[in-house]
């Protein structure tokens, strides 16, 4: 029997088993890893000597630019804008040549981590625990020690119901606590510094003496940073991205804790009220971006900056169902992902749940679907043992490094 199929390709070494079923050797496997799989690069930011750079180079390594003279009836491209395409070598050579060129650096640097995207981040250290970026995906359990949060408010809002909850999360697998003591939601009240300190400390001193997962604190103030750090949070969880309390950086890489890094449109209060993007991607990119410059600017390592895109912040249900397919985009920048959906408004619309405790099941779907397209390292979670077991699952069928195992035929090189 005759049979055609398409090949399911996340990553161009998906293509191996069927170079395998070929009958080729690895070397000849490797040579056409290289020469059969493309991909397209947006390139957008680009002055007048990168476009000339890339109209010659793309000739001189038979890469495709998709420059004016590409395009069906010669309309004009947006200026600093460029479509590549080519194979993985070909794609090589030109970043190779940038590098080579004069004043060609930053376009050098931009390819070389748009090459790279399927490369996991360097393994990160928190508290007594190392996450091996790329292994599985890691479970951050949400504590909120708060009156109003919009998913458990009012829950664990006392000291001792906070840390029999933290105790539980714990035990369920998380593999991260998040401890936070004011509310994001839209519209939420504010809360002072000693009120947030006297929400969260005691119960990051108690988990910390209790157990070793290692605690995140969620906050935008540097007061409280200080003092949840000092009591042994390992990392601080803004939301504002270190754009709102300018000592948060600092106060951050001194204590030689990690930030995770989110992206939000406007605040808490006005976020919801009409948020527009014309390319949300690209939008979330490049202030993620800033927001690293900003760490790094504090004296903070970029290799301790997790990034989050920030889903229902400042976002439509559909920019958070655009931004959640083009996850992996966000790798570009190198660091670890972060994705929070859990029992969030959109699961919500999309399931006909308007209780937010009734979001598990949507919420198990979301997060199934940004493990599985690879795009997520950490996800941000209420209900940790429901998600470890989804994650067990998710991890095993697209993650597994089988070695090549089912397919190699043994005896071949
Ligand atoms: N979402 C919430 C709070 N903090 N931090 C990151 N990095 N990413 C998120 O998606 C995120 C976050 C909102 O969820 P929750 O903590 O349950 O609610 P509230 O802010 O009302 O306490």
Request: proline share 7%; charged share 20%; aromatic share 4%.
């Amino acid at each position: 029997m005759i049979l055609a199929r398409p090949i399911a390709l996340d990553r161009s070494s998906d293509l191996e088993p069927a170079l395998v079923r070929l009958g080729l050797p690895t070397p000849a496997r490797a040579y056409l890893l290289d020469k059969l799989p493309h991909a397209q690069l947006l390139l957008t930011g680009l002055g007048r000597p990168e476009g000339r750079f890339l109209r010659e180079a793309c000739e001189t390594t038979s890469a495709a630019g998709l420059l004016p003279r590409y395009v069906p009836g010669n309309h004009q491209l947006r200026p600093g804008t460029a479509l590549v395409s080519g194979a993985r070598d070909q794609l090589d050579r030109l970043a190779q040549a940038a590098r080579a060129a004069e004043g060609m650096r930053p376009l050098a640097a931009a390819l070389e981590r748009a090459l790279a995207v399927d490369v996991p981040p360097p393994p990160m250290s928190l508290g007594e625990r190392t996450f091996a970026w790329g292994e599985r995906t890691y479970l951050m359990g949400v504590l909120n020690v708060t009156p109003d949060s919009f998913s458990d408010g009012g829950l664990h809002a006392s000291p001792q119901a906070a840390i029999a909850r933290g105790l539980e999360l714990a035990g369920a697998g998380a593999d991260l606590l998040d401890i936070g003591g004011e509310s994001t939601r839209p519209g939420a009240a504010a809360v002072s510094t000693d009120e947030e300190l006297q929400r969260v400390l005691p119960v990051i001193e108690e988990l910390h003496a209790r157990i070793d997962v290692p605690l995140s604190v969620d906050t935008s103030k540097s007061a409280v940073a200080r003092a949840a750090l000092g009591a042994g949070a390992a990392m601080v969880n803004d939301v504002t991205a270190f754009a709102g309390d300018s000592e948060l950086a600092a106060v951050t890489a001194a204590a030689g804790a990690a930030a995770c890094l989110m992206h939000m449109q406007g605040t808490p209060r006005t976020m919801q009220s009409d948020p527009r993007y014309e390319d949300v991607v690209a939008e979330v990119l490049e202030q993620l971006q800033t927001a690293i410059d900003r760490a790094e600017a504090g004296g903070m390592p970029r290799v301790r900056v997790l990034i989050d895109p920030g889903i229902g912040f400042g976002k439509t249900p559909a920019h958070n169902l655009f931004l959640l397919r083009h996850l992996p985009e966000l790798r570009v920048l190198g660091c670890p992902v972060l994705v929070g959906t859990s029992r969030k408004s959109f699961v919500g619309a999309l399931t006909g749940q308007k209780a937010p405790h009734r979001r598990l099941f949507g919420t198990l779907g979301s997060v199934a679907a940004v493990a599985a397209r690879a795009g997520a390292d950490l996800v941000r979670v209420h209900d940790v043992g429901e998600a470890r077991e989804a994650l067990a699952v998710v991890d095993a069928i697209s993650r597994a490094n089988d070695g090549g195992t089912l397919w190699a035929p043994t005896g071949r090189s």
